[in-house]
C-alpha cells in the first residue's frame, strides 16, 4: 500500500526545516503534503510564497473545500487549523490546541481517522509537545511515524517528547527525511 498522505508539523526553526525537506522531494513527488508550522496570527504568513522557493511541487494556501491533490503542498493559513478528510482539505477556526491555531495535533488526527495506513506523521524542530498525540494516532491506526533526530533539530523538545512517548518507525536526519517519503509514496515500504 502506498503511503502517499503525508503529514508534517514544526515550530521553532520549522521554516527552515520544512523549507530543507521540501526541497529534498522529487518534483514529481505522488504523494500529498500537508504542513502546519506554528506562525504568529497577528498578521498573514507569507509562508507558502518562502516555501515555493524550495521546491518544484505547486504549494497553496488552502481554502476550506479545496481538492486534495497529488504533488501539490497544502499550507495552514494564519489562525486556522488545517485538517483534511476523504478528498478535501478543511480549514477551520477552531479553537487553540497546546495554545497554538493552526496546531499539528488536529492535522495528524486527521490524516490517522481519513487515511489510516496511507498517512505518514513527520514531526520536525519545535520547542513544545505539539504533534505528540497526533503521531500517536497516526502509529495506532496503522499509519507511519517519523521524527527528526532531536540532536540535529535546532529546537529538540518536540521530536524528543515524541521519540519518548511514540513507537516512532524512523528516527532520522532531516536529510534522510525526503527520500523515505518518496519511498513510502511509491511503493510503502
Do not use: C, W
Not at 49 to 71: F, N, Q, S, Y
Not at 122 to 146: E, P, W
Not at 162 to 188: F, M, T, Y
Request: aromatic letters at 4%; proline letters at 9%.
Amino acid at each position: 500500500m502506498k503511503r502517499d498522505v503525508v503529514v508534517i508539523g514544526a515550530s521553532a526553526g520549522g521554516v527552515i526545516a520544512v523549507s530543507s525537506l521540501l526541497a529534498g522531494l522529487p518534483p514529481r513527488f505522488p504523494g500529498s503534503v500537508f504542513v502546519v508550522v506554528h506562525i504568529p496570527t497577528d498578521h498573514p504568513s507569507s509562508l507558502p510564497e518562502v516555501l515555493r522557493r524550495h521546491t518544484d511541487l505547486d504549494v497553496v494556501r488552502p481554502a476550506d473545500g479545496t481538492a486534495i491533490r497529488p504533488g501539490r503542498v497544502y499550507v495552514a493559513p494564519t489562525d486556522r487549523h488545517l485538517l483534511i478528510e476523504d478528498s478535501v482539505v478543511r480549514v477551520l477556526k477552531g479553537p487553540r490546541e497546546n495554545r497554538h491555531r493552526p496546531a499539528i495535533d488536529p492535522l495528524f488526527r486527521s490524516a490517522a481517522f481519513f487515511y489510516r495506513r496511507r498517512a505518514v506523521g513527520v514531526l520536525l524542530t519545535g520547542a513544545d509537545s505539539d504533534g505528540t498525540s497526533g503521531l500517536f494516532s497516526i502509529k495506532m491506526r496503522g499509519g507511519v511515524a517519523v521524527v527528526q533526530d532531536p540532536q540535529e533539530a535546532m529546537f529538540p523538545m518536540m521530536p524528543g517528547t515524541a521519540l519518548h512517548h511514540v513507537d516512532v518507525d524512523h528516527n532520522l536526519r532531516l536529510s534522510e527525511i525526503p527520500p523515505l517519503l518518496g519511498r513510502l509514496a511509491l511503493k510503502g515500504a
